[in-house]
């Protein structure tokens, strides 16, 4: 079936076809105006010419249907050429076997493959030179839309049923790679067989190579993280296809099971309409849930084979799962299978390894609790290159994830935090012992990182001395405020004239905590140029003094900003209140600019430095 599938090489062909219709005098118009959009042409030419809807325009032996779907024309055109045939003549085929519904497939036209069967039923049932029929070529092209489509409409029976075998097979990894998660399950359940009959590759380990499709590889900012949160399950397990209007045997079984879901569709869809990346939200958690629901049900399915079998076709999924951190996979597996914590790849990496080497603390975790008696044989083990474990934790990452480790500001910390951490779990005699370099981990981490403790150095200075301005002027401006009273001071005793007012007590305190944070700032800043920048200061050391120093730079801003709102209350806003809308306004400005761009990081490094460690 793999073979039958592959891509055609169209300069393999020789393309001398005896075509007569390519050489009467009415084709060549006929071809230009199909490609052109040329209705009136056309229906003049077919008119005089009857012969000339079957006829094969090209030396692809491609009818007028076939030359105006590939030329992209609207449903409308290929509405009134449809119009104009029969039915058994759109079973007519390319010299590659396509019929025009293989061709809207490609192009993921539903429209027209709606139109199309609805003109003959036959049409999904033809196979071309390929061995595809059009949902494969629809799915293969992750057309979702055209995919649940003709799933609908594409019934399976004695006579040919495309959801068994190897056309099932192929089927099923093609609505995985799609992301058609919810047909691909429907396929599962009613063909068990195919969660393992497969020729190439095996449909968990085309999820395994698709993070995005589960929940951990979800990247959402906290405003979808908390839509996300919201969406409630039981619009989740509503398949696709019933959110579409689509008749498929999913929705069909999905509506008899539970009828008074369709009240909570149309409620959905309504707030939706209102809250635009609801859509969007909903269908990523409804892809989420039924790629882990998929998964489940194949490796139920696995579970039933003999250990050789079933190591066979779980140890490529299980460790590509922890490669690329679908630590769904990976923990699905491990019930299902709790051998396979011994499976390892050429490299003789475990799934321990590559948890370590990819920096996937979620699979660090679930192995970590699920090992048991293969804790101490995991953490023994070689590679090729006779690194233990922590040679690996010592070594950077194996792809760039730096920048996207959750929760951690400063990547040195990070690395940091995954070296000690490993470090417990081996054996004393482990920590210093050589590869086939003759390394140990210390000696590599040391190398490995040197570049990167340099960056973080330039970083962490360009910090401090942007933030150390910024506090001095603060501190400047506080300090000038407290001596230059609003409102001047009475020349009688030399109080403050609006000493006796609230708005003033609120002046003087906030700014004296303006100038007092603002010192704090500059002496927490002033530290970090005069550190050592050692290695091991960058675990907890340098973080303390940079989480200090932001900390109290936002709250020198806040009481600034606060002191500024009292001041201008005294002096312009006492006689008209509505004066003091705006002022406020203005004065939240700085404050939440400096929130949004500064608070998030700097609670990912408390998180980071002050939490619970991030593999517990």
Avoid at 167 to 172: E, H, P, Q, S, V
Avoid at 197 to 218: N, R, W
Avoid at 285 to 306: F, G, N, P, T, Y
Avoid at 382 to 400: E, F, K, M, T, V
């Amino acid at each position: 079936m793999a073979s039958r599938l592959a891509t055609t090489n169209i300069s393999n062909f020789d393309f001398i076809i005896n075509v007569e219709d390519s050489h009467q005098s009415w084709s060549l118009p006929l071809y230009e105006a199909l490609n052109d959009g040329d209705w009136e042409t056309v229906e003049k030419i077919m008119k005089q010419q009857p012969a000339a809807i079957t006829a094969r325009l090209t030396p692809l032996a491609e009818t007028p249907l076939l030359v105006a779907v590939k030329a992209g024309q609207g449903v409308a055109f290929i509405k009134k050429l449809v119009r104009l045939m029969q039915p058994e003549t759109l079973l007519l085929t390319d010299y590659f076997g396509n019929t025009a519904l293989h061709a809207v497939a490609v192009l993921g036209n539903t429209q027209a493959a709606r139109l199309f069967v609805g003109k003959n039923r036959e049409l999904p049932y033809i196979w071309n030179s390929d061995g595809c029929l059009a949902i494969h070529l629809a799915a293969m092209r992750g057309h979702r839309d055209t995919t649940s489509y003709l799933f609908a409409v594409t019934r399976e029976d004695d006579r040919l049923d495309p959801f068994k075998d190897a056309a099932g097979a192929t089927l099923l990894n093609f609505t995985v790679t799609a992301g058609c998660c919810d047909l691909a399950l429907y396929l599962v359940e009613h063909n068990p067989r195919l969660a393992w009959q497969h020729e190439d590759v095996s449909p968990l380990e085309l999820l395994a190579q698709e993070p995005s499709a589960f929940p951990s590889g979800m990247d959402f900012n906290i405003w979808n993280q908390f839509i996300y949160s919201c969406v409630p399950m039981k619009l989740v397990e509503i398949p696709e296809c019933s959110v579409r209007n689509i008749k498929s045997p999913v929705c069909s079984s999905f509506k008899r099971q539970r009828p008074l879901r369709e009240l909570h569709v149309i409620v959905w869809r309504v707030l939706e309409r209102l809250v635009w990346p609801l859509k969007r939200i909903r269908r990523t958690k409804a892809m989420h849930h039924q790629a882990v629901q998929l998964v489940k049900r194949v490796c139920s399915e696995i579970k039933s084979l003999d250990n050789a079998k079933a190591s066979s076709i779980l140890t490529g999924p299980f460790l590509l799962g922890a490669q690329n951190g679908v630590h769904e996979i990976v923990k699905e597996i491990l019930q299902s299978f709790p051998h396979a914590i011994t499976f390892v790849d050429e490299e003789n990496h475990s799934v321990f390894h590559l948890a370590v080497m990819y920096r996937h603390e979620e699979i660090f975790k679930i192995v970590h609790q699920q090992s048991g008696q293969y804790k101490l044989c995991l953490s023994l083990l070689l590679d090729n290159a006779r690194n233990n474990i922590l040679h690996l934790a010592a070594y950077r990452p194996h792809q760039d994830l730096l920048d996207l480790s959750s929760g951690a500001v400063l990547r040195m910390q990070r690395e940091l935090q995954w070296y000690k951490e490993v470090e417990k779990f081996v054996l004393p005699q482990e920590r210093k012992s050589k590869n086939a370099q003759g390394k140990t981990p210390l000696t590599i981490f040391n190398e490995e990182h040197h570049e990167l403790a340099a960056h973080e150095t330039q970083w962490m200075t360009g910090m401090a001395t942007s933030c150390t301005v910024a506090a001095s002027l603060i501190a400047t401006v506080a300090f000038a405020a407290a001596i230059t009273v609003p409102g001047g001071n009475n020349e009688k005793d030399g109080l403050p004239i609006f000493s006796s007012e609230k708005a003033f007590l609120l002046f003087a305190v906030f700014d004296g905590l303006a100038l007092l944070s603002s010192i704090t700032t500059v002496l927490s800043f002033l530290s970090i140029f005069t550190s050592r920048y050692a290695v091991k200061d960058f675990l907890y050391a340098l973080p303390n003094r940079l989480i200090i120093g932001l900390i109290s730079l936002f709250l020198s801003v806040t009481s600034l900003m606060i002191a500024f709102g009292s001041t201008m209350f005294l002096v312009a806003a006492r006689k008209n209140t509505l004066i003091l809308v705006p002022i406020t306004m203005l004065a939240c400005v700085p404050v939440t600019l400096f929130a949004s761009l500064q608070l998030p990081p700097l609670l990912n490094m408390i998180k980071s430095t002050y939490g619970p460690s991030i593999f517990y």
